[in-house]
């Protein structure tokens, strides 16, 4: 039994970041003039797709009198962040962190720093009802 292990398996991300694979910006004008890249990298907004996300925003352990009969958890608990891998994410530059990993390009970008998520359109049944 062969089982595939994808690159981005290996990572694991951290609290309310996201891993987001950077679109690859158009090198011409609409004028065909090709544009250096460092005035890409100038930009201040940027897109790409979400890879891998955290597991969120931590919340703190419930107080003692909270709720004495219900059963404790032990472990760690979080509020979901709304990206998904997947979805198409715009967000702001400057709060991106980059690395290189086997030659490829990606960015670790903090949950405030996206600014809209563009998901498919199966995807939104849930939000819609």
Do not use: C, H
């Amino acid at each position: 039994m062969s089982r595939t292990i994808n690159i981005t398996d290996k990572f694991i991300v951290v609290g309310d970041r996201v891993l987001i694979k950077p679109k690859s910006l158009d090198e011409r004008t609409k004028s065909g003039i090709y544009l250096p890249p460092g005035l890409q990298e100038k930009a201040r907004i940027q897109t790409g797709y979400i890879i891998k996300t955290g597991p969120g925003y931590p919340v703190g352990p419930p107080t003692e009198s909270d709720e004495p009969w219900k059963e404790r958890t032990e472990g760690p608990q979080y509020i979901p962040l709304q990206a998904r891998v997947g979805d198409l994410a715009i967000f702001v530059q400057n709060s991106a962190y980059e690395i290189e990993y086997e030659e490829e390009r990606y960015l670790i970008v903090p949950n405030s720093a996206i600014l809209l998520l563009i998901r498919e359109d199966d995807d939104l049944e849930g939000y819609l009802r």
